[in-house]
């Protein structure tokens, strides 16, 4: 059973997601800067916009984190399954998280960001 509340817990899977999704949207725009689009530049202008709409979003996750004494730290993965250590206020959690579950809560973030958000 978590000591972490819900509200607590979403702020550090924030802290867990959002860096993976500025992963894809960096490797998006190389891949679109290389792509032989013929305008290409609206393209990169949408993900650079996202990029930044997500970065502040990461600041703020790590803002709040920082005033409730929360951190996250990823301690291993293999095929199936990521690890990572919640420390919430004195407390350590270990919680083991399904790739595709990853994968698709980033892929939910990244409609969000794209085209959700306005």
């Known amino acids: ?12 899977e924030q802290a867990m997601y959002l860096p993976m999704l500025l992963t894809v949207l960096e490797r998006d725009r190389l891949v679109i800067e ?3 689009f013929k305008l ?3 393209y990169i202008n949408l993900v ?3 990029i930044k ?22 301690i291993g993965h ?4 990521t690890q990572f250590v919640f420390f919430y206020k004195g407390y350590e959690e270990q919680h083991n998280y399904f790739n595709p579950r990853i994968r698709n809560k ?5 409609e969000i960001y794209l085209y959700k958000r306005y």
């Open 1 to 12: 059973m978590t000591r972490i509340p819900s509200d607590d817990r979403d702020i550090i």
């Open 34 to 36: 290389k792509a032989p």
């Open 40 to 42: 290409k530049q609206p």
């Open 48 to 50: 650079e916009e996202t």
């Open 53 to 74: 709409a997500v970065q502040r979003n990461l600041k703020e996750v790590k803002e709040k984190m920082r005033k409730g004494n929360m951190n996250l730290q990823q």
């Open 78 to 81: 293999d095929d199936t399954f």
């Open 106 to 110: 980033v892929q939910e973030l990244l």
